[in-house]
C-alpha cells in the first residue's frame, strides 16, 4: 500500500512539473501571447517587473501610487501602465496625473533591486474596449515640479487659500468628490441651462 501511495505521489509530481514546464494552461499562454502582440514593441520585448502594487514616497511630495503594471524594458527603463476599460481610445488629463504619479514614485520610493534602473519620461495606458482590440497609448509624464505644484494646489483649495478653477468641460465634474459643494459644477449648470 505504501509503494502504491509513493508512486502516486511522484506521479503528480511530475504532472505538475511537466505542467509548469510546459508554460501552465494552454489558455493562459495564449492570452499573454495576444496581448504581448498588442503591445508597443519595447513592452512586448519586456519584462514585467510590477503588478497590482501599493507604494508610497514623500518626495516630491507625500504620495502614493497603485501600479496596474511596470516593464522593465530591454534598456533597462521602468514604464508604468495603467489600464481602463472605456469606449474611447484617449488618454485625458487625469489619466496623465493618475501614472505620473506612479512615475515619481517609482522614481523616489522604489524598492533597493529596481533603483539601478531608470524611469522613463513616459508611461503607457492600456485602454481595454468591448468587442474590440485593447490599443496601448504612450503619453509624456508630468515632471516632479509639475507634481508638486498640482499637489500644493489641491491643499491649498481645501485650505482654503486657493480658489478652484471653473473645469474645462463637464466631464471633469461628474466623478468629483467635491461636486455637490463646488458652486462652479460645470456639469450641474451646464444641465440647468
Known amino acids: 500500500m505504501e509503494g502504491i501511495l509513493t508512486l502516486l505521489v511522484l506521479t503528480l509530481i511530475l504532472v505538475a512539473g511537466w505542467w509548469l514546464f510546459r508554460g501552465g494552461d494552454p489558455s493562459t499562454r495564449d492570452y499573454e501571447n495576444s496581448e504581448r502582440a498588442?503591445?508597443?514593441d519595447e513592452l512586448a520585448r519586456g519584462r514585467l517587473v510590477i503588478s497590482?502594487?501599493?507604494w508610497r514616497t514623500d518626495v516630491p511630495r507625500k504620495l502614493g501610487a497603485r501600479f496596474d503594471q511596470v516593464f522593465l524594458t530591454p534598456d533597462g527603463r521602468l514604464v508604468p501602465v495603467d489600464t481602463k476599460r472605456r469606449r474611447r481610445t484617449n488618454v485625458t488629463y487625469y489619466d496623465q496625473i493618475e501614472v505620473s504619479v506612479q512615475g515619481a514614485v517609482l522614481r523616489h520610493g522604489r524598492p533597493g533591486p529596481l533603483r539601478r534602473y531608470e524611469v522613463a519620461h513616459y508611461g503607457y495606458l492600456r485602454v481595454v474596449r468591448?468587442?474590440?482590440?485593447t490599443v496601448y497609448l504612450r503619453f509624456d509624464l508630468l515632471t516632479d515640479g509639475e507634481l508638486e505644484s498640482l499637489v500644493d494646489r489641491y491643499h491649498g483649495i481645501q485650505s482654503g487659500e486657493v480658489e478652484p478653477r471653473v473645469a474645462r468641460s463637464p466631464a471633469m465634474c461628474r466623478k468629483c468628490a467635491y461636486r455637490a459643494d463646488c458652486p462652479t459644477d460645470v456639469a450641474r449648470i451646464a444641465h440647468v441651462r
Open 130 to 133: 468591448e468587442d474590440l482590440p
Open 38 to 40: 498588442r503591445m508597443p
Open 52 to 54: 497590482e502594487t501599493y
